[in-house]
């Protein structure tokens, strides 16, 4: 599978990531219309009072923010899995994956995180609330894969950076259970929408909007992993075509002659 | 068996022996950790009502601070000389070098905690309540913390930025320990009323994981 792949070039791109990349965009664009346009704002009447409760325009958040996190935990898992599948096969394809995963699903669960705070503010009137499992589990997995991404740039051996990468990837999957149970037990209450849809009024258009969500950033994901992909494996040719250009060029030197070429300016 | 034992045993031996001799924790780390608790106390304008309410957090931050020194110490002892490459040469199996040095960071930060307990009591004005909690709630954390922080001492080992690195990668790990340990500490001291004993099973599993999970991965990266 590794031979065959198409590396030469100045862009990532191809046919039918280009198709992609066409499709997802004009998905982002439809998506964004229809949740912060067509659909209409969460507004329900106090079954005694009789007042408007809801929230509001913040409900459009959530076409947003319940599909990015749905897909930032499944970007940590296929990093997971990669990284498994790297120390069993020990293959740059599983590393170059899991390290593709990482970033794209740390990227996403930054995203979580921001839109999750901004729709906190008007509807549970505070950015931050300390006691939600969900929160405080996202945002422990935003910091370990941070010390992950850190990990791997300061790790200047490759093969060193992917096996390192493989383990801290598979510790943070590990502990995720652990943290999430101690934060449960930690307040023991939670703020968090046990589940979203229920709690909505789901209208036609409500729904479509949700799975047009889940629909549109399935394929963000799919096509930031597939170019992150692609410049990892660049990246990594790159640098073993610069050694090998290297040792060839002092090669050359030296049969034609050039010691002095051949073992550098200094010697 | 006996004979991993006696590797394990051996390479912790040597740790503490040259702490010993160098005394670096014992001059350096231990006194940063009772500064850490004296500067809460500035941080928290010396009322001791205060301080006492939030001994138990405090406690286990200062601990995983203290934590993150030795842990540094234990693998640039063996950044030195090429000595990692003569252990691996030695014939031992990585998981008795794991354990090992996991067992010389544990002992170190037994008495570190013992240090910061009498200094919560004195300069904070706690009560231990359940002496057995406290004690059970100490290693059971310390086991936790100290083959974590050896699994990642051996991730950052050998990297320019190893010093700022390693404080990223382990502290959000050990998110559930510090919780878990806290709370155990609330009962423990009287602060909070919660089950402290349930935490203990938190901090258990971690414990064991951490064992099992650091001496297998531990010899992939040593020899790397």
Known sequence: MTETMVTTGTTTGSGGSRVLGAVTLLGLATLLLFAFGLTEPDVRLHPTTGEEIGQFDAVRLLYLHVPLAVFTYVAFVLCAVASAGYLVRRTPWFDTMAHAAAEVGTVFCGLVLVTGSIWGRPVWNTWWEWGDVRLMTTLVLFLMFTGYLALRRATVDPRAAALRGAVVALVAVLDLPLVNRSVEWWENRTLHQKSTLGELKIQDLTLFTLMLGFLVFGLVLAWLLLHRFRVGWLEREDAEHGVATAIAERRAAIDGGDVDAAVGEDA | ?224
């Not at chain 2, 608790?37 to 601990?63: E, H, I, K, N, Y």
């Not at chain 2, 993150?68 to 000389?81: C, G, M, T």
């Not at chain 2, 709630?137 to 010093?163: D, I, K, M, P, Q």
């Open chain 2, 1 to 224: 068996m006996s004979r991993f034992l006696a590797d394990a045993r051996l390479v912790a031996a040597k740790d503490l022996r040259i702490e010993a001799r160098s005394r670096v924790v014992l001059n350096q780390v231990a006194p940063f950790a009772l500064l850490v608790l004296v500067l809460f106390g500035f941080a928290l304008d010396a009322d001791q009502r205060t301080l006492r309410a939030f001994a138990p957090g405090l406690f286990w931050v200062a601990v995983l601070l203290c934590a993150l020194l030795a842990i540094q110490r234990s693998v640039s002892v063996e950044q030195a000389d090429g000595a990692l490459t003569g252990l691996r040469l030695s014939g031992m199996s990585p998981a008795a070098l794991f354990i090992g040095k996991a067992s010389a960071v544990f002992v170190q930060l037994v008495v570190l905690e013992v240090l910061l307990t009498a200094g919560i009591i004195v300069l904070y004005g706690s009560e231990v309540a359940q002496p057995l909690l406290v004690v059970a709630t100490g290693l059971l954390a310390a086991v936790a913390v100290a083959c974590t922080g050896t699994l990642y001492g051996a991730l950052a080992s050998g990297l320019g930025v190893r010093e700022t690195l390693l404080p990223i990668l382990l502290l959000p790990v050990l998110a559930p320990v510090l919780i878990g340990a806290t709370r155990a500490f609330d009962d423990a001291l009287g602060s909070a009323a919660v089950d402290g004993w349930a935490w203990l099973g938190l901090l258990a599993v971690f414990a064991v994981v951490a064992t099992a999970g650091g001496a297998l991965a531990y010899g992939a990266l040593v020899e790397e």
